[in-house]
Each structure stands twice: as C-alpha cells, then as structure tokens.
C-alpha cells in the first residue's frame, strides 16, 4: 500500500569540530567565517574558571583580534538578558557571535543573534521558524555535555513576565560551526556534570519514542543512550577522567542529533514550565520527570522501551514486552539515584497550587506536539503529582 507524502528535515551545523584539542581550530574558523568583531557571549561561571580568558587570548593569537565580552548570561535566559546582549552587540558594532558554555550561553546568543538580523523582540519569535533572515556567523563552544544547544535549531527563553519558557524552534537558530572539546569539560563540577547527562539522555529517550522519529534519528538516539549509561557514572565520580568526557561529549551531540530532527515530549514540556515558574536547573527537571512521563507513554511504544531497556545494559531475557519495556523505567531511576539527582520536586521546592497552570503551559509548549501519547490536562497534572 502507498504512504502518504510525508517530507522530514535533518538539521545539524555546516561544521563540527570534535576531540581533545578541537577547540584550538577556533581561530582558524573565525578567520573562514570572514569576521572582524567577535561578541563572546558566557556566563560569570565561565569567566571565574578562566576559560572566557583563555578564548580571548586565543582569538587575538590566532586573529589579532580583540573580542568583545558579555559574561552576563544567567541560568535559564530571559527576554531581559537577550535585550541586554543585543544592545551590547549593536553598540560595539560587532559582526559575529562566538558563544562559550552550556546551554544558556548558547540560548542567549541565539537570541541575540536572530534578533540582531530580523528586528523586534525576541518574544516575536516563540513557535516553529518565525524568523526570515539569517543569524550573523554564529560559532557555538561547547563546555558541558548535555543541552545539545551548541548544534541544534531549538532555543529556549524565559519570558519573565508570564513566567514561561519560550520554544523557539527556528532552522535560522542553528550554528555555523560546532566545537565540542572535552578539555573544555574538565572542570565541570560533578553536580552539574549529572544534571548535564541527564539531561542528553532525557532528549535521546524523548527524541525514540518521538511521532517523528525516522531510522535516522533512531540511530543517534540508541547510541547516545548507549554511551550515557556506560559513561555518566565515571565521568560523575571522576571529572578528570578525559576518556569519559570525550565519549560523552558525543553522547550529548548524538542525542542533540536526534531531538534536533525527531523533536522531543511531555517530558521537556513540564520541564520547561518547572524551569519558567521557577528557575530550576533544566537538567535536574528533566531527571526527576523522565520516568514519570515514560510510564504514562509506556503503553503507546512499548518495543521502543524494551529498546531503550536493551541500550541501557538492562537483561530483557525471557520477559514479557510490558516487562522488559519497564525495565527501562528502572535503569533511568537507577542512574539517577546513582549520581545522586534528587529524588523528587518536592526537594526543589515545588508547590501543589501551581501545578494547575503549569500543566497548562505545557499542554502549549512545542515540545508536546510530538508525545507518543496525548494527555489531558489532568492526566499533565497527575503526572507533576506523581513526581512530587
């Protein structure tokens, strides 16, 4: 029988530059992209730890250039943070964005970027490829192994005055070029390190069981999941454990892979609204949430689970489907518990009353379109309930 018409998209950087030393090819890349006026967009964390410094001197060695700095990135970025880097951009007259860090410098430079070329705010841009022109030359340097934002379309601000996390989904958000160094990694401190991890494994699971997966993203998925559960614990009790931070700086990227193109779940829907309401830790969210959103989509893709159980070491010999599928709830449980993420959202200080509108703004977050499963705004609310 004859399938309908059915067009997907893959989406990844034009260059990625991976391994131990890849980010000493910085300059190399600045000078291919044509630009005279970096912006470096960080956050105060990455100044203290001298890596913002160490890219400076590394940009002036490499180009003669002085890059201008805005450090004043803050966790889970705001509409606010966007404005205020923009404004810098524009005032020193720069001609491209270099972002170092994690997830929130790569989102705040993002925005700086697609508003910087298409007017406006950032707010006009929340939703699915809104924006019409490209970002200036965007060079994305990766310092955690997790969000997946230094290669992927997505960019997440928080909109301060509805207290809500803005998906901006937009092709044109997409880096130029990708640096994933795991010496860059080296220092990242243990709690963070798990949060991070979690958080890649949260977009492999969500991006598996995604309506929109396609064999392509299978693949990036799986092995992501493969190497978050053999990797996150080793890396979570040795920081300086390069091997460790090397394989999962390409879980990160694989699972960056497969959420970029299959999209992801309820999972990150609510983790978005706790992020928001809140200004929790996205890693942690997802971590706490994961389980708790995968047994309600249990029933809708259950060989899926019994994938993921098999991917995470799990022994599915000799059970049944529902029983080897649930053994992937327990393996995620287990990890979590072994690297220490709290158990729960009661420990984040999560309260019952706000869980009505929260579950409201999920059931709108672009993120839910793609769920294996639909639910109610009840079933959104038993779910939060469930993880407090």
């Not at 841009?125 to 230094?150: C, H, K, R, W």
């Not at 639910?375 to 038993?382: F, Q």
Request: glycine letters at 8%; proline letters at 5%.
């Amino acid at each position: 029988m004859a399938q309908s018409e059915e067009v997907y998209g893959f989406f990844i950087p034009t260059v990625t530059l991976m391994g131990i030393g890849a980010h000493r090819q910085l300059g190399e890349q600045i000078k291919t992209l044509g630009a005279k006026k970096p912006f470096l967009v960080t956050d105060k964390g990455i100044t203290a730890a001298g890596l913002t410094q160490q890219i400076v001197d590394l940009i002036k060695a490499e180009t003669g250039t002085d890059a201008i700095v805005f450090d004043e990135t803050v966790p889970n970025p705001t509409d606010k943070n966007v404005e205020d880097g923009l404004a810098a951009y524009r005032k020193n007259e720069c001609d491209m964005i270099i972002t170092l860090g994690g997830g929130s410098p790569h989102d705040c430079g993002k925005g700086i970027g697609i508003v910087s070329t298409n007017g406006g705010t950032i707010h006009d841009y929340e939703g699915v490829d809104q924006s019409t022109q490209a970002m200036p030359p965007f060079i994305a340097i990766n310092t955690t192994a997790g969000t997946g934002s230094e290669m992927t379309r997505f960019c997440i601000i928080t909109d301060t005055s509805r207290k809500v996390k803005m998906a901006i989904v937009d092709w044109r958000v997409t880096p130029a070029i990708a640096i994933n160094d795991p010496l860059l990694m080296v220092g990242m401190p243990s709690f963070l390190t798990a949060a991070t991890g979690m958080d890649a494994l949260t977009h492999a699971v969500e991006a598996y069981v995604s309506t929109i997966a396609t064999p392509v993203t299978d693949a990036c998925a799986l092995k992501a999941i493969e190497l978050v559960s053999e990797y996150l614990r080793p890396v979570v009790a040795n920081g300086e454990d390069i091997e460790a931070r090397d394989k999962m700086a390409y879980a990160e990227y694989l699972a960056g892979m497969a959420f970029n193109n299959a999209s992801l779940g309820h999972v990150h829907a609510m983790a978005h609204q706790l992020g928001g309401f809140y200004n929790l830790p996205h890693g942690v969210c997802n971590a706490i949430l994961l389980p708790h959103v995968s047994r309600y989509n249990l029933i809708a893709k259950l060989d899926r689970y019994v994938d993921i159980a098999v991917a995470m070491g799990e022994n599915v010999e000799g059970l049944s489907t529902r029983e080897a599928a649930e053994k992937a709830l327990t393996a995620i449980q287990t990890l979590s518990r072994d690297i220490n993420i709290p158990a729960n959202l009661t420990e984040l200080g999560v309260k019952k009353e706000d869980l009505p509108i929260m579950a409201g703004n999920a059931q709108k977050d672009a993120c839910a379109l793609t769920n294996p499963r639909r639910p109610t705004l009840e079933d959104v609310i038993g779910i939060y309930t469930a993880a407090l």
